[in-house]
């Protein structure tokens, strides 16, 4: 079964900060996909960030990165220059590729400080 | 354009009551999920469709629960005798299936509904 574990329930630092949040995930698969969703208070989950196994690069959309290490199984999420509003719930998740249903971290509280 | 949506946004209904929960996914959208998301189990996969293909129930936490995904838009989650275990955010999700039938991208999620049971 695949697992995926999130080692920082809360975090929180200050405005215009770096934050990196933490992943770890276990399969014996070797395509699937890595994606990373934030939930505000509002509940809506929003797609922050998404990976595909094959592709080397690391994906990056704006302030936010991942660092992805196939081999350690690691997908970590940078968030540069972070803003009031990125304070949210960041869910790691990982779904095979066929497989259609995600498989979520705990999540990481994340609070961003004034 | 639009995105999921989810009715009731929350739903408080007393211990062995039947509820029913509604998703509209994202037009175009032929695939649908089910999640459930509650305090002690974290974000559960419950039930997957695509197109008029036999819906993937393997998440579904006991036969209280179905589904049904009525002219491949509309789906409704049947919660039958509920229990006070019910509690939690239920989320639909969709996404676009690619070819050969896999669902390679991203699932978008509707804002969820909270249920209480009392």
């Known amino acids: 079964a695949q697992t995926v574990t999130q080692s920082q329930p809360e975090m929180s630092v200050q405005e215009a900060e770096t934050v990196t949040l933490s992943c770890t995930y276990d399969t014996s698969e070797s395509n699937y996909y890595l994606f990373w969703y934030k939930q505000p208070p509002s509940r809506q989950m929003i797609l922050v960030i998404r990976q595909e196994a094959y592709k080397q690069q690391n994906a990056t959309e704006n302030r936010f990165s991942v660092n992805f290490q196939k081999a350690a199984k690691s997908f970590s999420l940078k968030i540069s220059d972070s803003q009031l509003g990125d304070t949210a719930m960041y869910f790691c998740?990982?779904?095979?590729?066929?497989?259609?249903?995600?498989?979520f971290g705990q999540g990481t509280r994340l609070t961003i400080n004034p | 354009g639009a995105g999921v949506s989810q009715s009731p946004s929350n739903k408080v209904t007393e211990k062995g009551k039947d509820v029913e929960l509604r998703c509209d996914p994202i037009s175009g959208h032929t695939a649908l999920y089910w999640y459930r998301q509650s305090l002690g189990q974290g974000l559960e996969f419950l039930i997957y469709f695509q197109g008029n293909s036999a819906p993937d129930k393997s998440g579904l936490p006991s036969d209280r629960f179905s589904a049904e995904r009525t002219g491949g838009s509309v789906s409704t989650l049947t919660i039958q005798r509920t229990q006070q275990e019910d509690s939690a955010v239920y989320l639909c999700?969709?996404?676009?299936?690619?070819?050969?039938?896999?669902?390679?991208?991203?699932?978008?999620f509707g804002p969820g509904t909270r249920l209480t049971v009392l």
């Open positions: 998740a990982f779904m095979i590729q066929g497989a259609q249903k995600l498989v």
């Open positions: 999700a969709s996404s676009l299936v690619t070819s050969g039938g896999a669902s390679t991208d991203t699932q978008y």
